[in-house]
């Protein structure tokens, strides 16, 4: 009899439980005067306690629902690490604010107005220290571009096929769009690529991992990003894995970053 009370107590308390809300937003963007997809995942714990936010960038062709599309059970994962997950759609951006294109600014919408609107509409972490991003393929580009530049904004930043090298692939994904053609607009090619950041960066300053699957056509790019850090004495995580530049090895890899940041918020939190 105590068995089957317990077990029906049990029963009960699953049903109350309550489970990570999924979000469909418009967010206004004032310094491109339109209004941007973005879907959100916060969890239960947010209810109660500010949490650090995840922001997930997608890749070329892709949407806000990306990364729900390839990792399913991240509502489940921001329960159980008590992260909220933001999914800003990018369009084919490359996350800048284009030298070219007065209204494509979204290093401005990701790295300002995003992040004032989702501290100002969720409970977060509202600091450097409980924020971090990551994406995949254009958005692993975005993601390390934005937190390299906008260290005071994130502390950790991620990319998992990354092209953090524009410059070999100047006919590609509509780059062209917002730089121009590289033979004519040499300098903006230049001085919008990830790995020329580098010699920029201080050592300490942000928490960084990124990896690339050995048949990937970014991973060589992805080989010397990894040696200008280490010339330059920057700490971080480089993991090179077989796989290819698809959503089976991301759904994979994300999993080995989300962990890296938990470790992270939790140093910070310390």
Not at 38 to 52: H, L
Not at 157 to 171: E, N, Q, W
Request: with cysteine; glycine share 8%.
């Amino acid at each position: 009899m105590k068995t089957f009370i317990l077990t029906i107590l049990f029963f009960c308390a699953s049903f109350g439980m309550k489970a990570a809300r999924v979000d469909t937003l418009q967010v206004e963007s004032p310094s491109m005067k339109k209004r941007i997809e973005v879907i959100v995942i916060s969890p239960d714990q947010a209810e109660q306690k500010p949490c650090p936010v995840v922001y997930l960038l997608h890749g070329h062709g892709g949407n806000a629902r990306t990364w729900l599309g390839i990792k399913t059970n991240l509502p489940e994962i921001a329960d159980e690490k008590g992260f909220i997950f933001v999914c800003p759609y990018g369009e084919n951006s490359w996350y800048w604010d284009s030298p070219l294109n007065k209204d494509v600014r979204f290093e401005t919408f990701i790295s300002s107005e995003l992040v004032a609107f989702i501290d100002a509409n969720y409970r977060t972490i509202a600091d450097r220290k409980g924020r971090a991003i990551t994406g995949l393929s254009m958005g692993g580009h975005g993601a390390m571009w934005n937190a390299i530049r906008h260290s005071d904004v994130f502390s950790a930043a991620g990319s998992t096929s990354g092209g953090v090298d524009i410059r070999p692939f100047p006919k590609n994904w509509n780059m062209s769009d917002q730089l121009g053609d590289q033979e004519t607009h040499r300098e903006n090619w230049e001085t919008h690529t990830v790995i020329n950041l580098v010699p920029t960066m201080k050592p300490g300053v942000l928490s960084l991992i990124f990896d690339c699957g050995e048949s990937d056509f970014f991973h060589e790019v992805n080989v010397n990003f990894h040696r200008a850090l280490l010339e330059q004495g920057i700490e971080h995580d480089f993991i090179t894995r077989p796989g290819n530049h698809d959503s089976f090895y991301w759904n994979n890899s994300i999993d080995y970053q989300l962990l890296f940041f938990q470790k992270h918020f939790d140093r910070q939190a310390n």
